[in-house]
């Protein structure tokens, strides 16, 4: 039976989501520049590895705060088609985002690059070797251009296919507008029956 409890006003991303998003977005777009024009700074490597090995750290970061503590809108409207390729387009995202850096650091070691981020020891994932460098680099470079594909039909959707054909207010949710805030949205774990009993349309 609906009540006069209404539902949030606004279905968005909290601010931690989006700030995770956004400097991913950034990090991603500042370590790509890096190795495609390493002439554009001195140390250009040497700073490309140091990001690169903070997704390390930012994604499982980004990737506990999404399983327990984020709030997102509500999609339960959304076709199943597209919500299972959102899903499985974000899955694969994270995947690749800690699998690159992985490849990077172990052809660091195999290629004998020298590798101490801030003055930070890292443990050798690799002896040096240096066909075994090579064939690390093939598939580090494989993985960081299927990444760069990945992220296109990312943006897209949310801009042609969600903003411009449906409206439908999911890139909306996902930029960092006034109208955001922790207390909005839903959190992310809530099931769709948690969400009826809050909006009083529960049967029991
Ligand atoms: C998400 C993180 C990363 C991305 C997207 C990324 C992407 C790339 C790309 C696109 C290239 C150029 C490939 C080519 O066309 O030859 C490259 C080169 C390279 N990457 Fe990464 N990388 C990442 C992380 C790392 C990490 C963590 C390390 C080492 C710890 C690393 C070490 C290197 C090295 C040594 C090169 C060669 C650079 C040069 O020749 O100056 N990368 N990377």
């Not at 590895?49 to 499982?60: A, H, K, N, S």
């Not at 339960?76 to 985002?97: C, D, F, G, I, Q």
């Not at 590798?115 to 993985?143: C, H, N, Q, T």
Request: charged fraction near 15%; glycine fraction near 8%; hydrophobic fraction near 50%.
């Amino acid at each position: 039976m609906p009540t006069n409890v209404e539902r949030p006003a606004s279905d968005t991303h909290d601010w931690v989501s989006i700030g995770f998003h956004w400097a991913t977005v950034l990090l991603l777009l500042v370590v790509f520049t890096l190795a495609l024009f390493p002439g554009i700074v001195k140390g250009s490597t040497a700073v490309h590895m140091t990001l690169g090995l903070l997704f390390l750290i930012v994604i499982p970061a980004r990737g506990i705060w999404r399983l327990f503590r984020a709030t997102a809108p509500n999609r339960s409207n959304e076709p199943r088609l597209s919500r299972l390729a959102a899903t499985s387009v974000h899955l694969l995202l994270y995947a690749l985002l800690i699998l690159i850096p992985l490849l990077g650091w172990v052809y660091a070691d195999a290629r004998g690059i020298e590798l101490s981020p801030l003055g930070i020891e890292m443990p050798r994932l690799a002896d040096f070797d240096r066909g075994y460098a090579r064939s690390v680099y093939f598939w580090k470079k494989w993985a960081a251009y299927s990444l760069l594909g990945l992220i296109f039909c990312h943006a897209s959707a949310a801009i042609f296919y969600h903003h411009f054909l449906k409206n439908d207010g999911v890139l909306r949710s996902m930029l960092p507008l006034p109208s955001h805030g922790l207390a909005s949205g839903w959190p992310a774990h809530a099931g769709q029956r948690d969400r009826d009993v809050i909006l009083g349309q529960s049967q029991t």
